[in-house]
């Protein structure tokens, strides 16, 4: 389990932030005698798709006709996406909660004397004090709806570009080393340590080197990826950097989802942002470092996440999955020696190398060192993001942080580590969120999505959902996923119809093998993994005329 001597301090209130910061409280000296109060109201994606801009708006109007000074922040998501639009007051106490608010609140919060934290129905009291905000342990995501994403001054305030200045004293073997010592296993779902490949990169001579970083972000229920870019961009930029100078690359590129607008013009405008503040660019900070930084928008595949398949798809063509070897750490970005990490493997690093690859490891079980950003969706009364060191359990998070099922009906079924992840019942959810614990339960990880199911689920049909996703998304380099996927869908509606079930079984076990095992990648090998899960923990839903029969 974590230890909890080495939390990470949230400090919301600029005062408590200044401290031991001589140039900063020198800032805050100069700043006017009447002090704005400052109000937050999010950018993510998530808050937007609520109304967030509205409620912006409403604030800023509503302020202007009471004469109230105010400035309005738009920061990042806290990550509690059912009260979002989350609004924030600063006051001498810390930051105060409404939501989920409407511009129709507006009114009604300033007269509720919101300015001074003042008590209303959409409050929350002070956010750290939030139950499910209070116990998380933020290492990745800490300053997420903390800062103005877009501003440097602030990501410096909260220890931004800390890992980046060290690391740039550091010889690249040594930043390796920390990275290695962290235990830190790639977030994009494999889970493979990022100290190895950084290392085959660093060990491969070529005369130019990349960093990619996957945020094609295509798993069913994660959102993790897209609320860092938006909420913290700096922190990516940060850890790509970092990367770069560790392994001898020079140009990194980001690899975003077209699905996220809101991310790409966000990555897009830090990246000039960290450039003109030479955080990027030529001779960073003075040191010998070159890096350059650029995005790229996908093509809207999910195969496009495989780490070949975007790499075809940065050099301009379609997403088809390369042969391994050559390993893209050998030969990958047009043939030159890559390292290709998730998002959240990469935003990980700036804290590592602040702090130290040691007091990383200290949070977490087993194998699986540090935090994961766990995303709760699907049919779940409090849905969001809980950052929290490997070792929490399954029930923990969806019954203590998601407080149950949206619907209030018993949960059936819970699929974990997106798309290719497992079906599993309610008697498996005291398993720790490990990612070898969850293989030993036939499931993984992945990600970190966690989409639950309430009772009136069919199992059947998601099962079938899995295999004919698979059919669609596959990128057709291979057989048995191309035709296997297909020919799976047809088997499994024949064993819904109860047309020679038990044989039918027996040939929907069969293919399954064959996808696992003859499959060139994890599109096709994984899929059964939903599929079987399905069909083991739930082989009542693959019967529907005994079903029917027993109703009658
Ligand atoms: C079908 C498929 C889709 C994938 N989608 C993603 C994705 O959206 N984002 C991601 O980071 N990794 C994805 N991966 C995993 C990548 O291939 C690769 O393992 C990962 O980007 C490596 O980074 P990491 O070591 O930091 O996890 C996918 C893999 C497969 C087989
Ligand atoms: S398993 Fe599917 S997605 Fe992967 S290479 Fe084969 S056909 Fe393409």
């Known amino acids: 389990m974590s230890k909890k001597k080495n939390r990470p301090r949230q400090l919301s209130n600029p005062q408590q932030q200044a401290q031991g910061r001589p140039q900063q409280q020198a800032e805050m000296a100069a700043e006017p005698m009447v002090r704005k109060t400052r109000i937050f109201v999010p950018r993510d994606a998530a808050a937007l798709s609520m109304g967030a801009d509205a409620v912006a708006k409403a604030i800023s109007a509503e302020a202007d006709k009471r004469h109230a000074n105010v400035e309005i922040v738009r920061n990042g998501s806290r990550g509690m996406l059912y009260l979002e639009p989350l609004v924030e007051v600063e006051t001498d106490d810390g930051?105060?909660?409404?939501?989920?608010?409407?511009?129709?609140?507006?009114?009604?919060?300033?007269?509720?004397?919101?300015?001074?934290?003042g008590s209303h129905r959409l409050s929350h009291g002070l956010t750290d004090e939030i139950p499910y905000f209070k116990d998380q342990e933020r290492l990745t995501f800490a300053r997420c709806g903390i800062t103005d994403p877009l501003s440097i001054k602030d990501y410096r305030a909260h220890g931004g570009f800390?890992?980046?200045?060290?690391?740039?004293?550091?010889?690249?073997?040594?930043?390796v080393g920390e990275v290695t010592t962290s235990g830190l296993r790639g977030r994009g779902g494999a889970g493979f340590p990022t100290g190895i490949k950084w290392k085959t990169v660093h060990d491969t001579k070529a005369d130019q080197k990349y960093i990619c970083c996957n945020?094609?972000?295509g798993d069913s229920g994660t959102f993790a990826d897209r609320m860092l870019m938006e909420g913290d961009p700096f922190?990516?930029?940060?850890?790509?950097?970092?990367?770069?100078?560790?392994v001898g690359a020079t140009r990194g590129y980001i690899y975003i989802r077209s699905e996220y607008p809101h991310a790409v013009a966000t990555m897009?405008?830090?990246?000039?942002?960290?450039?003109?503040?030479?955080?990027?660019?030529?001779?960073?900070?003075?040191?010998?470092?070159?890096?350059?930084?650029?995005?790229?928008?996908?093509?809207?595949?999910?195969?496009?996440?495989?780490?070949?398949?975007?790499?075809?798809?940065?050099?301009?063509?379609?997403?088809?999955?390369?042969?391994?070897?050559?390993?893209?750490?050998?030969?990958?970005?047009?043939?030159?020696?890559?390292?290709?990490?998730?998002?959240?493997?990469?935003?990980?690093?700036?804290?590592?190398?602040?702090?130290?690859?040691?007091?990383?490891?200290?949070?977490?079980?087993?194998?699986?060192?540090?935090?994961?950003?766990?995303?709760?969706?699907?049919?779940?009364?409090?849905?969001?993001?809980?950052?929290?060191?490997f070792g929490v359990t399954a029930r923990?998070?969806?019954?203590?942080?998601?407080?149950?099922?949206?619907?209030?009906?018993?949960?059936?079924?819970?699929?974990?580590?997106?798309?290719?992840?497992?079906?599993?019942?309610?008697?498996?959810?005291?398993?720790?969120?490990?990612?070898?614990?969850?293989?030993?339960?036939?499931?993984m990880v992945g990600h970190g999505g966690i989409v639950v199911f309430d009772d009136t689920v069919d199992m059947a049909g998601?099962?079938?959902?899995?295999?004919?996703?698979?059919?669609?998304?596959?990128?057709?380099?291979?057989?048995?996923?191309?035709?296997?996927?297909?020919?799976?869908?047809?088997?499994?509606?024949r064993i819904i119809a109860g047309i020679e079930r038990d044989q039918n079984i027996e040939v929907l076990e069969d293919l399954c093998?064959?996808?696992?095992?003859?499959?060139?990648?994890?599109?096709?090998?994984?899929?059964?993994?939903?599929?079987?899960?399905?069909l083991r923990h739930f082989p009542e839903d693959f019967n529907r005329p005994a079903r029917a029969e027993a109703a009658e």
């Open 513 to 534: 093998n064959t996808l696992t095992d003859g499959s060139l990648c994890a599109m096709g090998g994984l899929t059964p993994m939903p599929v079987m899960s399905a």
């Open 396 to 443: 923990e998070l969806i019954e203590g942080y998601g407080r149950g099922t949206r619907s209030g009906r018993p949960i059936r079924a819970v699929q974990f580590g997106g798309p290719l992840g497992a079906y599993l019942p309610d008697d498996k959810l005291d398993t720790p969120m490990d990612y070898e614990a969850f293989i030993k339960v036939d499931a």
């Open 268 to 389: 897009r405008e830090a990246i000039r942002v960290a450039t003109k503040a030479n955080w990027l660019g030529r001779t960073i900070q003075g040191s010998p470092h070159d890096f350059d930084l650029f995005v790229r928008v996908g093509a809207g595949a999910y195969i496009c996440g495989e780490e070949t398949s975007m790499l075809e798809s940065l050099e301009g063509r379609r997403g088809l999955v390369r042969y391994k070897p050559p390993l893209p750490a050998i030969e990958g970005l047009f043939g030159k020696p890559t390292v290709i990490n998730n998002v959240l493997s990469l935003a990980s690093v700036p804290i590592i190398i602040a702090k130290g690859g040691e007091y990383y490891r200290d949070f977490g079980v087993g194998k699986s060192r540090g935090t994961l950003a766990f995303q709760l969706a699907g049919n779940i009364k409090q849905g969001g993001l809980v950052e929290k060191a």
């Open 462 to 493: 998601m099962a079938r959902f899995a295999m004919e996703f698979c059919a669609i998304e596959s990128c057709g380099k291979c057989t048995p996923c191309r035709i296997g996927s297909v020919r799976g869908v047809e088997v499994i509606d």
């Open 235 to 246: 922190c990516l930029i940060e850890g790509m950097t970092i990367a770069g100078i560790a």
């Open 95 to 117: 930051r105060v909660a409404y939501g989920p608010v409407k511009p129709a609140d507006v009114a009604g919060l300033f007269e509720a004397t919101f300015l001074k934290g």
């Open 162 to 175: 800390e890992g980046l200045s060290k690391a740039l004293a550091m010889m690249p073997l040594d930043i």
């Open 215 to 217: 945020a094609d972000e």
